[in-house]
């Protein structure tokens, strides 16, 4: 099965990089042949973890009307050539105009390169991330779709839309969504693994890690909690 898996949510700081990191990882470690978009290129910083790792193509998809829809052209072309089977989209906030403007021309395009989408929303506080999330164009075509809560930016605030609005929550699952959460890895074990941006999660628990033998055990462990809520149930549809 080939896979294009897709973060989004359209607004900055809710965890778009790290569940793209999360899938990236999953791919590898699942022996799959990754390709990363890096759609983000103001801040890149799943281009910096994994360029020396997998293919990063960095196209810039904060664009609209023909400058998005050269964009959406260029990356296809440039799948196509590739021929990987597990494509990670990293989208920036704003990412509507090109994703959501031309899914009607993603989604067949994605069809015909054999690639299954899947969305991964994710989720912020304010409504308006739902009613989005329920709006969006890429969600409604893609083959599976998961609304994400990233609970390392949440500071453990489970005051989503999703959670005390059931309306939000009941009109994404009525529409085939799933739902699914990234637990928080240990504050202290987050920063130590920011200061090595050039290296994969799987090479920080590795034999040759500058980490801690205790800090890498507890990386293992958020990595399968991680895939486990988010990254396998989306992939799978379970």
Partial sequence: MKHLVISHGDKGGVGKSIFSMLA?????????????????????????????VVSVLSVNLDKSGNDAENAIATLFSHLEALQSDFVVMNLPANSHKAIDAYAEIIAPVAQELG??????????????????ANESAICQLADRKMAVVNRHESDFDRDYYW???????????????????IPELASRVGARVKEYQGQSFASLTGPESPLFIVERQIIKHWLQKSWQGSVIPLLQGE
């Fill in 24 to 52: 990236v990882e999953f791919g590898i470690f699942s022996g799959r042949n990754v390709a990363i978009v890096e759609g983000d290129t103001k801040i890149g910083d799943v281009k910096a973890r994994y360029e020396d």
């Fill in 115 to 132: 690639l299954q989408i899947c969305v991964a929303w994710m989720i912020g506080r304010e409504s308006s991330s739902a009613t989005l």
């Fill in 163 to 181: 959670f005390t609005a059931p309306q939000y929550r009941e009109e994404w699952i009525a529409s085939g969504g799933l739902t699914g959460e």
